[in-house]
Structure formats: structure tokens, C-alpha cells
């Protein structure tokens, strides 16, 4: 079955650490995002992609990068110069939006120690 | 631009309730409107949609009618049951070319025994 795999499913960064998100999709959907969601919040846009190569800011890009160098694969990596990195993230992807809305993952939970 | 605005929350209910979720929506042009649920530590799911003026969406015992003419996509359900306890996520996928999904910021339901 088609779908979107995020992982880990927890994650923890030590002060000062940079660490990767994975995303990966075999929906073969164009676009895909991601999202930051703290606890009792909405969903706030970090990333987006619309294809291969090419990636825009969301609302809260600083200290946040990503890269889209395959279709399938849209990894986002916390730096150390985002200072409040503890949160639920999810990457989410889609294809003719209007019609069908997004495809979620489940989930990486990024708790800094 | 778009914007989604839903009921503040938490709603508690007891079980077999009737549920209403209200939503409304600032858009241009017919947008696409859709409910997303998300359980505790999980992604976002589909719950169900709507693309065009007066169409019902449904799934799993949840209705919504897209009302143009109040710009509203209220989330409905007879008979609410303890498993729906859950945050509620409306959202709108604009009308003109390529566009992103605007999510509300979410409605908690708990639904007690």
C-alpha cells in the first residue's frame, strides 16, 4: 500500500546538535511539506516543495533546511540555530490538492536533553 | 488570503451526543473544503471532503455541507462515541491554480462514558 513513512518516530537532540527528519512517500505526489505542531497548537508550515530541486519557505524557515533531491524523499533538518526545536512534526504530500487534500505521516516527536 | 477559522475548544460530550463542529471559511473563488482528525501522538487523517457548493461530505457516521452562501463547512455526527475523542482539523484548498491547504488551528473533542 501507498503511503508516507516519517521517521524515527522520537527523536533527541543534545544542545547545539543539527539533526535530520526522514520523509518518505511512494504516493508518487509532486508536492510535499512540512509541518511543526506544538502541544494544543495548529499546524505551522515550515517547508514546501512542488518538485524535484526546487523548495520555498514556509511561515518559521529559520532554523530549518531542506532538500528535494528526489521525488520520493523530502528530509528536513533542525539546526542548531533553532532555539526552540521541541515538537510534533509531520511531513505531509499531495497531488491535485483540491481534489484530494494532504497525505499525512504519523509523525517524529523531537524532544531536545 | 484564505483563512479557516473553527470553534474554540476543548468540546466535551457524553457519549451518544450530538456533535457539531463549527467552521467557517474566507476564500476567493470555490474552494475545496475538507475535515481532517488527528488521535493523540498520530498524523492527520482524512475524514472527509467536499469540491463543490452544496455537496455533502460523510464517512464514519461525520456529515458536512458546504455552504457557500454563509461560508461555513460546520462538522456534524448523530451519535458520538468514545473512540472519536480526538483534535478536529478543518481546512480549505483554494480555487485558483496551485494551492496549499489552510488549516484551522483545530477543535479537541473528549467524549466521556
Known amino acids: 500500500d501507498g503511503g508516507i513513512t516519517q521517521s524515527p518516530k522520537y527523536l533527541f537532540r543534545k544542545e547545539g546538535q543539527n539533526v535530520t527528519l526522514s520523509c518518505e512517500q511512494n504516493?508518487?505526489?509532486?508536492?510535499m511539506y512540512w509541518y511543526r505542531q506544538d502541544p494544543g497548537q495548529g499546524l505551522r508550515l515550515i517547508y514546501y516543495s512542488q518538485i524535484v530541486n526546487d523548495f520555498q519557505k514556509g511561515d518559521i524557515a529559520e532554523g530549518y533546511s531542506v532538500s528535494r533531491e528526489k521525488k520520493e524523499s523530502f528530509p528536513l533538518t533542525v539546526t542548531s540555530a533553532q532555539k526552540n526545536p521541541t515538537a510534533f512534526y509531520l511531513c505531509?504530500?499531495?497531488?491535485?490538492?483540491?481534489?484530494?487534500?494532504?497525505?499525512f505521516g504519523s509523525g517524529t516527536r523531537l524532544t531536545v536533553v | 488570503g484564505d483563512s479557516v477559522t473553527q470553534m474554540e475548544g476543548p468540546v466535551t460530550l457524553s457519549e451518544e451526543a450530538f456533535l457539531t463542529i463549527n467552521c467557517t471559511y474566507t476564500?476567493?473563488?470555490?474552494?475545496?473544503l475538507f475535515w481532517y482528525v488527528q488521535y493523540p501522538g498520530e498524523g492527520l487523517q482524512l475524514l472527509l471532503k467536499?469540491?463543490?457548493?452544496?455537496d455533502k461530505g460523510s464517512n464514519k457516521g461525520f456529515e458536512a455541507t458546504y455552504r457557500k452562501e454563509t461560508t461555513s463547512f460546520h462538522l456534524e455526527k448523530g451519535s458520538v462515541q468514545v473512540s472519536d475523542s480526538a483534535v478536529y482539523f478543518c481546512a480549505l484548498s483554494g480555487s485558483g491554480g496551485y494551492q496549499k491547504v489552510t488549516f484551522g488551528t483545530g477543535t479537541k473533542l473528549q467524549v466521556i462514558p
Open positions: 467536499a469540491t463543490k457548493a452544496d
Open positions: 476564500a476567493t473563488g470555490y474552494p475545496s
Open positions: 505531509a504530500s499531495s497531488l491535485q490538492e483540491r481534489l484530494n487534500g494532504y497525505t
Open positions: 504516493l508518487n505526489h509532486d508536492a
